[in-house]
């Protein structure tokens, strides 16, 4: 594997600019934190999934009556979140409840028996490859569905010029290792990575090859 640098966090950020996660805001516009009920640390919840994020907030009115006027939900680009662990606040991804279990079952089918997932779960295949300006970049998917979708497109188009294309195995990784990785590589592992936002697929167009 060639050898690179690790990326820089300007760089690991602007990666993570184009996706969207909701959080909850006061009427003072400031982010609800909540405190851990094992450790008593106060730390942001960010969802994936938007009515989650409502659903945590109508669950917090019904604990605090001083909630009910001026809260809601906002959304708020992923860069944003890592950039206030760096001033130090801490907080918590949480991912969609059906992408955890797309997760589990592709683990399984891997041969793994895991029974959790921690973390927030991506998905990508090797065999869909994005080209820009004569580079290589691998997208990385927050919904196995919208990776299914490129996937499908990819192999429409290929088939137009190579009968042979199938669509690819799906892998499952942890987004907080893949930015972790991102920040301590000292190889390119991670450098060719891109974040589709859910919702998003991709296609590889034919003609740019």
């Known amino acids: 594997m060639p050898v690179g640098l690790a990326m820089s966090t300007e760089a690991i950020e602007e990666r993570l600019a184009g996706v969207a996660v909701y959080a909850l805001s006061n009427s003072s516009q400031e982010f609800v934190l909540v405190s851990g009920i094992n450790s008593g640390k106060s730390l942001g919840l960010f969802c994936f999934k938007e009515e989650d994020a409502e659903a945590l ?48 079952r592709e683990r399984q089918k891997a041969g793994f028996s895991d029974e959790i ?7 990508q295949s090797r065999s869909l490859i994005l080209r820009s300006h004569n580079k290589r970049y691998y997208p990385v998917f927050f919904r196995k569905e919208d990776l299914e979708n490129s996937l499908l497109r990819a192999s429409r188009q290929q088939k137009q010029l190579n009968p042979a294309f199938r669509e ?32 998003f697929d991709v296609s590889t167009d034919p003609s740019q090859r």
């Open 57 to 104: 907030l109508e669950q917090m009115k019904s604990m605090d009556p001083g909630m009910r006027q001026g809260s809601k939900v906002v959304a708020v680009a992923l860069n944003k979140v890592f950039q206030l662990k760096v001033d130090g606040v801490a907080f918590r991804l949480i991912p969609e409840l059906s992408q955890i279990k797309n997760a589990l």
């Open 117 to 123: 997932f921690s973390g927030v779960p991506v998905f």
């Open 168 to 199: 690819g195995d799906i892998q499952v990784a942890v987004l907080e290792d893949i930015i972790q990785g991102m920040k301590d590589s000292t190889t390119s592992k991670w450098d060719d990575v891109v974040f589709i936002p859910p919702g």
